[in-house]
T-cell receptor, first 112, second 114 residues
Framework: DSGVTQTPKHLITATGQRVTLRCSPR?????VYWYQQSLDQGLQFLIQ???????AKGNILERFSAQQFPDLHSELNLSSLELGDSALYFC???????????FGSGTRLTVV | TQLLEQSPQFLSIQEGENLTVYCNSS?????LQWYRQEPGEGPVLLVT?????EVKKLKRLTFQFGDARKDSSLHITAAQPGDTGLYLC??????????????FGKGTHLIIQP
């Protein structure tokens, strides 16, 4: 157990639908990062939050959004889902940027 | 977009052999990390290097950061089946100032055959 909790572990949904992925960071970590991992693209940075505020943005589609709540858990919302959104979505947390991330076990999203 | 190239992409060797995998970029890293990922799990941090020329050892694994902080290598001595996995390097690019998140390479798929 890495200390970063992601739910659900698996999600199957239809095209056009909306889903929410949840992440609880390791105790004491203020930064939360979301990554998408696909076979052809590898791990792609989506977005970072630090203590409730958006800190950095990567290749995140406009159909995707995220937030970090006062208790530091984070949610990634994916809407108008397309087949190409099928991937593993990882959440990671850290105390400070550049000091190594602790990853959760991921959510495997399958869009059919 | 900052690119981070890893080589080889795939490597299959016999137990007991030595191996080296590489991570290269044309840009300077402010820090670089190596992770190991097993199927169905998230990447697990192995090491962070920040100083050019730095060498760190973790049991049979030796990590080296290039003098110019643009490249790194991971050397495994006497590989064991338990070393099998996807090895990822990830860089925090100096030019990004922390605004780009960690950039990951596509990884080296390592298989150690008994």
């Amino acid at each position: 157990d890495s200390g970063v909790t992601q739910t659900p572990k698996h999600l199957i949904t239809a095209t056009g639908q909306r889903v929410t992925l949840r992440c609880s960071p390791r105790s004491g970590d203020l930064s939360v990062y979301w990554y998408q991992q696909s076979l052809d693209q590898g791990l792609q940075f989506l977005i970072q939050y630090y203590n409730g505020e958006e800190r950095a943005k990567g290749n995140i589609l406009e159909r995707f959004s995220a937030q970090q709540f006062p208790d530091l858990h984070s949610e990634l919302n994916l809407s108008s889902l397309e087949l190409g959104d099928s991937a593993l979505y990882f959440c990671a947390s850290s105390v400070v940027t550049g000091n190594g991330y602790t990853f959760g076990s991921g959510t495997r999203l399958t869009v059919v | 977009t900052q690119l981070l190239e890893q080589s080889p992409q795939f490597l299959s060797i016999q137990e007991g052999e030595n191996l080296t995998v590489y991570c290269n970029s044309s840009s300077v890293f402010s820090s670089l990390q190596w992770y190991r990922q097993e199927p169905g799990e998230g990447p697990v941090l192995l090491v962070t290097v920040v100083t050019g020329g730095e060498v760190k050892k973790l049991k049979r694994l030796t990590f080296q950061f290039g003098d110019a902080r643009k490249d790194s290598s991971l050397h495994i001595t006497a590989a064991q089946p338990g070393d099998t996995g996807l090895y990822l390097c990830a860089g925090d690019f100096e030019a990004g100032g922390g605004a780009d998140g960690l950039t990951f390479g596509k990884g080296t798929h390592l298989i150690i055959q008994p």
